[in-house]
């Protein structure tokens, strides 16, 4: 992000804090940071964490509308960096009340932000078994996503999917032994699916990037973070097609403004080495992107 001292600096995924409180020790008196989170809990612990540095603004809120959420934290002007953590923080994963686990046993949520009106327990008790098996493909890419499906509505057909458990049960049970890949839990797909629908993660994704250019001061860097190959292909698409002028002005000898690359990358795509994947395993599938505002 190649922070500096007096700059201003967005991040979209605060979770933990590990990378607000990173950026923020190399700020400044002057510098400011405004960290975002959907999860009211990672806001209630930023605002434990950093609500005494008058540097930071704490807000609630989806990245997909960092324009207005800024605005609505006071700040003017544009951003020397905005980050994207993407997905969910160990904190949501471990909690099981939280609803995230097929590992520990809670009621059946995923929600990150808990206002939003659909729960999982919501969605997998009304889908229909078409929806819930090309979810189930589509985010998750489990190649049983018909199986699973068929074993959810049968199963909700006698009683509603309440749990985590109950759920990690219906589709361990869809899934012949001799097919289930070693050291894998067999919810582990299905789980990772309904977490993105549920809580429109690509969505989310596509207009927080968009956002991101009209808040970005020229020189200022995007940092993406994802862990799934369908929001790191978004990412990248995003980053090259920004990178280069509209095709309809490409060779043309004056290129108006708007038509103009928005974006320089920053890079190659970095991933983390055998050693960081040692220290923290849930780095293991993550990908960091870089690129810079042109001025
Ligand atoms: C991988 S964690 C971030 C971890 C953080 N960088 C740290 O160092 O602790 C992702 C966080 O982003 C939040 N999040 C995910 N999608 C979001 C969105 N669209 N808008 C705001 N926050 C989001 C989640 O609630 C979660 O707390």
Same mark, same amino acid.
Request: glycine fraction near 10%; proline fraction near 5%; charge should be positive.
């Given at each position: 992000?190649?922070?500096?001292?007096?700059?201003?600096?967005?991040?979209?995924?605060?979770?933990?804090?590990?990378?607000?409180?990173?950026?923020?020790?190399?700020?400044?008196?002057?510098?400011?940071?405004?960290?975002?989170?959907?999860?009211?809990?990672?806001?209630?612990?930023?605002?434990?964490?950093?609500?005494?540095?008058?540097?930071?603004?704490?807000?609630?809120?989806?990245?997909?509308?960092?324009?207005?959420?800024?605005?609505?934290?006071?700040?003017?002007?544009?951003?020397?960096?905005?980050?994207?953590?993407?997905?969910?923080?160990?904190?949501?994963?471990?909690?099981?009340?939280?609803?995230?686990?097929?590992?520990?046993?809670?009621?059946?949520?995923?929600?990150?932000?808990?206002?939003?009106?659909?729960?999982?327990?919501?969605?997998?008790?009304?889908?229909?078994?078409?929806?819930?098996?090309?979810i189930?493909?589509?985010y998750?890419?489990? &190649?049983?996503? +018909? *199986?699973? $499906?068929?074993?959810?509505? =049968?199963? #909700? /057909?006698?009683?509603?999917?309440?749990?985590? !458990? %109950?759920?990690?049960?219906?589709?361990?049970?869809?899934?012949?032994?001799?097919?289930?890949?070693?050291?894998?839990?067999?919810?582990?797909?299905?789980?990772?699916?309904i977490?993105i629908h549920i809580?429109?993660?690509?969505?989310?994704?596509?207009?927080?990037?968009?956002?991101?250019?009209?808040?970005?001061?020229?020189?200022?860097?995007?940092?993406?973070?994802?862990?799934?190959?369908?929001?790191?292909?978004?990412?990248? &698409?995003?980053? +090259? *097609?920004? $990178?280069?002028?509209?095709? =309809?002005? #490409? /060779?043309?000898?004056?290129?108006?403004?708007? !038509? %103009?690359?928005?974006?320089?990358?920053?890079?190659?795509?970095?991933?983390?080495?055998?050693?960081?994947?040692?220290?923290?395993?849930?780095?293991?599938?993550?990908?960091?992107?870089?690129?810079?505002?042109?001025?």
């Amino acid at each position: 992000m190649a922070v500096q001292e007096d700059g201003a600096y967005l991040d979209g995924t605060y979770g933990r804090g590990g990378h607000g409180r990173a950026v923020l020790e190399r700020l400044g008196p002057e510098g400011r940071l405004l960290a975002i989170d959907r999860d009211p809990d990672a806001v209630a612990l930023a605002r434990k964490q950093l609500g005494a540095d008058p540097r930071v603004r704490i807000e609630q809120g989806n990245f997909a509308e960092m324009g207005a959420v800024s605005a609505k934290a006071g700040f003017e002007g544009r951003f020397d960096g905005i980050l994207l953590d993407l997905g969910v923080s160990s904190p949501q994963l471990d909690q099981a009340h939280r609803g995230f686990s097929f590992l520990a046993d809670g009621p059946l949520d995923m929600r990150m932000d808990p206002s939003q009106p659909v729960s999982a327990a919501d969605w997998v008790n009304s889908a229909s078994e078409r929806e819930l098996s090309e979810i189930i493909w589509r985010y998750g890419e489990d &190649r049983y996503s +018909r *199986r699973i $499906a068929r074993a959810i509505v =049968a199963s #909700r /057909g006698q009683r509603r999917i309440e749990t985590t !458990a %109950r759920l990690a049960d219906v589709i361990a049970g869809a899934i012949p032994a001799r097919f289930r890949e070693p050291g894998k839990n067999p919810a582990t797909r299905t789980f990772q699916a309904i977490r993105i629908h549920i809580n429109d993660e690509l969505g989310s994704l596509e207009q927080g990037l968009d956002a991101s250019l009209d808040l970005l001061r020229g020189g200022g860097r995007l940092c993406v973070i994802s862990f799934h190959s369908l929001e790191d292909r978004m990412v990248k &698409r995003f980053m +090259r *097609r920004n $990178a280069s002028e509209d095709e =309809a002005w #490409r /060779g043309l000898p004056e290129v108006p403004v708007h !038509a %103009r690359a928005k974006l320089e990358l920053v890079g190659r795509a970095i991933r983390p080495g055998p050693d960081e994947v040692r220290r923290n395993p849930r780095a293991r599938s993550a990908v960091l992107r870089i690129a810079e505002r042109v001025r």
